[in-house]
């Protein structure tokens, strides 16, 4: 029998270990990689992230995951995480300008200081856009996650939008579509809530 297992990919981001020890608590099988061949082989791929996009597109593109990473997203169930939701984008003008994977149409912009204090960290309630989302199943709306960001999503796709959070002006929290999924928050700081959708993930995965 081939084993399966969801890959983490490990492109020195930040906080890889703590989202493979959130999901492993699940009971998720991880495989922690920058392998494009156990990547292919996956049944599901997480990309986490923290730190600029520039860096983590330079990283990206030392370990030769672009590629691989373009053609598996659009196969197999993704769920980026911070950095990794940003990822999905065209480009960023965060430490000059750096093409994203263009998977979705849209750029990474710095967050509006004027009234609030930047990086955007703590706590901060959500707004569902997709009342019949994968991701927050069973969930209540309002509910809060942790947040550490600079830098949003300006989504060109308001259709993909599946939650929202305001910091001074209206952030893009999540986004999903068919397959993909990815959050401006991270899940594994964020309590129970957070691993609920974590769960929803792996209950989406079906492994």
């Known amino acids: 029998m081939v084993k399966k297992y969801i890959a983490v990919i490990d492109y020195n981001a930040g906080n890889i270990k703590s989202v493979s020890n959130a999901f492993a ?3 998720a099988n991880i495989e922690v990689t920058n392998n494009p061949k156990i990547i292919s082989n996956s049944s599901a791929i997480i990309l986490p992230g923290v730190g600029s996009f520039g860096d983590a597109v ?10 691989i990473l373009k053609k598996e997203i659009k196969s197999k169930p993704f769920l980026g995480i911070c950095l990794g939701l940003q990822l999905l984008f065209e480009h960023s003008s965060e430490q000059g ?4 994977l263009g998977i979705f149409k849209g750029e990474i912009q710095k967050i ?14 959500i707004s569902l856009e997709k009342p019949h989302s994968r991701l927050f199943k069973d969930m209540g709306n309002f509910v809060n996650f942790y ?16 939650s929202t959070t305001d910091y001074g002006i209206k952030i893009t929290a999540s986004v999903e579509k068919d397959n993909i999924f ?18 929803n ?5 079906n492994i």
């Open 25 to 27: 608590r699940l009971g």
């Open 58 to 67: 330079k990283n990206l593109e030392a370990f030769r995951l672009v590629d």
């Open 97 to 100: 300008f750096y093409e994203g």
């Open 112 to 125: 509006p200081s004027e009234g609030v204090k930047i990086p955007h960290m703590g706590w901060n309630q």
């Open 147 to 162: 947040f550490v960001h600079s830098y949003h999503v300006v989504c060109r796709e308001n259709e993909i939008i599946s």
């Open 182 to 199: 990815a959050v401006q928050f991270h899940p594994e700081k964020s309590s129970m809530a957070g691993m609920k959708v974590l769960q």
């Open 201 to 205: 993930f792996l209950e989406f995965v």
